[in-house]
């Protein structure tokens, strides 16, 4: 069976049935296929909030983390009494939690066409907290960041070429903006308006779920890339921006294939688009700025998702300790 498409979440919902058919066939009890059933159910429903960002392949140990974290916050918004330890889940219950996402997932290595194995995720994972699972996300570095944009800006005056702006504004999307790729991907000129204060744009995306919202990115950010296409290119406002050459829409395998050839040519070691959403996470959290104000521009529609970028470094410890 194939393992992946890049459709993350249809992805999980395929091997979900393929696991639970072949579970009815094995000898399992009742309240053993109910609880694998619910689990991995509610696996799907945490993984929502990366459908755009991910790929099986990109799952690693920190992910299966995040989903105990996950289920622990959902927990406490439920209203569950705190046990001893001061958690809302017992560890048996998050072991038993556990051992279903882990039986899952080893089917999908056995089964898997390419051969490719999760085993190795699962070795020695503990229930860590949601700063030593932030320490292993990928993002880029404030150094990073300045190398990828200045290799977009060397493209744009070197080629000067549709490809070049458009590369620009897709990563510029992502990075600032906090766009999903799949939003990105859609993108029309008419979605872009400026906002009452003028230093805005407010962007129209398509996103989770099938609804319209509101995105974020400030004006300067992307004038530059708007004014070609609209200037230069004579782009009409219902007109799809990230396009090939062949004027098709651009699917996320070639984004994904464009962008970490971006980062190959800036000289950044790191691959994938999530990482870009994720750096603008990051670059918001390490200024302090409100969570609810991330879980705004993020548009995360739970706030567990947004603190999951929460880190507590020895300068914020200190600067919160510290007398002024």
Same mark, same amino acid.
């Not at 898997?112 to 229930?127: A, G, S």
């Not at 702006?165 to 766009?179: A, D, I, T």
């Not at 129209?204 to 609209?230: C, H, M, P, W």
């Not at 688009?273 to 670059?283: K, Q, S, V």
């Given at each position: 069976?194939?393992?992946?498409?890049?459709?993350?979440?249809?992805?999980?919902?395929?091997?979900?049935?393929?696991?639970?058919?072949?579970?009815?066939?094995? @000898?399992?009890?009742?309240?053993?296929?109910?609880? &694998?059933?619910?689990?991995?159910?509610?696996?799907?429903? &945490?993984? +929502?909030?990366?459908?755009?960002?991910?790929?099986?392949?990109? /799952?690693?140990?920190? =992910?299966?983390?995040?989903?105990?974290?996950?289920?622990?916050?959902?927990?406490? +918004?439920?209203?569950?009494?705190?046990?001893?330890?001061?958690? &809302?889940?017992?560890? $048996?219950?998050?072991?038993?939690?556990?051992?279903?996402?882990?039986?899952?997932?080893?089917?999908?290595?056995?089964?898997?066409?390419?051969?490719?194995?999760?085993?190795?995720?699962?070795?020695?994972?503990?229930?860590?907290?949601?700063?030593?699972?932030?320490?292993?996300?990928?993002?880029?570095?404030?150094?990073?960041?300045?190398?990828?944009?200045?290799?977009?800006?060397?493209?744009?005056?070197?080629?000067? @070429? =549709?490809?070049? &702006?458009?590369?620009?504004?897709?990563?510029?999307?992502?990075?600032?903006?906090?766009?999903?790729?799949?939003?990105?991907?859609?993108?029309?000129?008419?979605?872009?308006?400026?906002? !009452?204060?003028?230093?805005?744009?407010?962007?129209?995306?398509?996103?989770?779920?099938?609804? =319209? !919202?509101?995105?974020?990115?400030?004006?300067? %950010?992307?004038?530059?890339?708007?004014?070609?296409?609209?200037?230069?290119?004579?782009? !009409?406002?219902?007109?799809?921006?990230?396009?090939?050459?062949?004027? %098709? !829409?651009?699917?996320?395998?070639?984004?994904?294939?464009?962008?970490?050839? /971006?980062? %190959?040519?800036?000289?950044?070691?790191?691959?994938?688009?999530?990482?870009?959403?994720?750096?603008?996470?990051?670059? +918001?959290?390490?200024? @302090?700025?409100?969570?609810?104000? /991330?879980?705004?521009?993020?548009?995360?529609?739970?706030?567990?998702?947004?603190?999951?970028?929460?880190?507590?470094?020895?300068?914020?410890?200190?600067?919160? +300790?510290? $007398?002024?």
């Amino acid at each position: 069976m194939q393992l992946q498409t890049d459709d993350f979440i249809k992805d999980l919902e395929r091997w979900r049935d393929a696991y639970l058919g072949w579970m009815n066939t094995q @000898d399992y009890s009742k309240n053993t296929l109910d609880l &694998y059933g619910r689990t991995i159910n509610q696996f799907i429903e &945490y993984s +929502l909030s990366y459908q755009d960002e991910m790929l099986l392949m990109d /799952i690693r140990s920190n =992910y299966f983390a995040g989903f105990i974290n996950y289920l622990e916050e959902e927990a406490r +918004l439920k209203g569950r009494k705190q046990n001893r330890a001061g958690k &809302y889940l017992a560890k $048996s219950t998050k072991d038993a939690y556990m051992k279903a996402i882990k039986g899952y997932f080893t089917y999908i290595t056995d089964n898997n066409d390419e051969l490719y194995t999760f085993d190795r995720y699962f070795r020695n994972i503990k229930q860590r907290d949601r700063s030593k699972q932030e320490e292993k996300m990928k993002y880029l570095t404030e150094d990073e960041v300045e190398k990828l944009l200045n290799t977009l800006e060397r493209a744009k005056a070197k080629k000067g @070429d =549709y490809n070049s &702006y458009r590369n620009s504004l897709l990563v510029k999307l992502m990075l600032y903006g906090g766009l999903r790729i799949s939003e990105a991907l859609s993108i029309r000129l008419e979605d872009f308006e400026v906002g !009452q204060d003028k230093d805005m744009y407010h962007i129209n995306v398509y996103g989770k779920g099938g609804k =319209y !919202q509101t995105a974020y990115i400030a004006k300067t %950010t992307i004038d530059s890339e708007l004014e070609y296409f609209r200037e230069v290119e004579k782009l !009409q406002g219902d007109d799809i921006v990230m396009r090939t050459k062949n004027a %098709t !829409q651009l699917d996320r395998v070639s984004a994904s294939t464009i962008v970490n050839r /971006i980062y %190959t040519q800036a000289g950044i070691a790191k691959k994938g688009l999530h990482i870009l959403r994720h750096t603008l996470a990051m670059r +918001l959290t390490q200024r @302090d700025v409100n969570p609810i104000v /991330i879980k705004k521009i993020l548009r995360h529609s739970n706030i567990a998702t947004t603190t999951v970028y929460a880190k507590a470094t020895n300068k914020s410890v200190a600067d919160a +300790l510290i $007398s002024k």
